[in-house]
Structure formats: C-alpha cells, structure tokens
C-alpha cells in the first residue's frame, strides 16, 4: 500500500505560479509511471501530466509550456510546477500511481482573475 500526500496548494492570482508536491510513503524510483490529475467542481477528473520512472514527461495541450511534472527520487517526491495559471485552472489536483490505482488526498488551486 502507498500513501501519496500533496502539498503546496493555495489561491493565487491569474499569471502566477504554485509548486505542488505529492510525497509517497515508499520509494518511487522503480514506479513505472507517475501521474496528476485535477478535478473542478462539477466537471469530471482530468488528466494533467505523466512522467515515467526513465523521466519521460507528457502534458495534454491545455497545460503544455505552463506545467512542468518532475520527480525526486530520493525524496520521494513527485512535484508539479504550474506557471501562467488561468481561473480555470482551479480545481483540486491529485497525484496518482496507475499500477494499484493510488490516489492522493488532493490540495486544493484557487486562481483569481
């Protein structure tokens, strides 16, 4: 069983930044892949970004060149740098492990306009 925990969320104004971190309760070196999720109220859950255990990243078209995943491995971290925020993108973000459907608690992004 592995426990993620995200952090770093907040309210902030449109154009700024937020980092957000998810620390898991064991390794994550040999995870296959590693995932963010969001989800705004009333709106289904969706996909943010990947990166895989060899660093290999992707991002939907919404958050490419504002979003950056990344991950430390002796920290256990997996983090998301969010930059150019927009109002839509509040939401609750969620890390996620695939392999045995993992989910973290989720932190809550406010950007006002």
């Known amino acids: 069983q592995v426990q993620l925990v995200e952090s770093g969320g907040g309210l902030v104004q449109a154009g700024g930044s937020l980092r957000l971190s998810c620390a898991a309760s064991?390794?994550?070196?040999?995870?296959?892949?590693m995932s963010w999720y969001r989800q705004a109220p009333g709106k289904a859950r969706e996909y943010v970004a990947f990166?895989?255990?060899?660093?290999?990243?992707n991002y939907p078209a919404p958050m490419k060149g504002r979003f950056t995943i990344s991950k430390d491995n002796a920290k256990n971290t997996l983090y998301l740098q969010m930059n150019s925020l927009k109002p839509e993108d509040t939401a609750v973000y969620y890390c996620h492990i695939p392999s045995g459907n993992y989910w973290g608690q989720g932190t809550q992004v406010t950007v006002s306009s």
């Open positions: 064991g390794s994550i070196a040999s995870i296959h892949v």
């Open positions: 990166i895989t255990s060899g660093g290999v990243t």
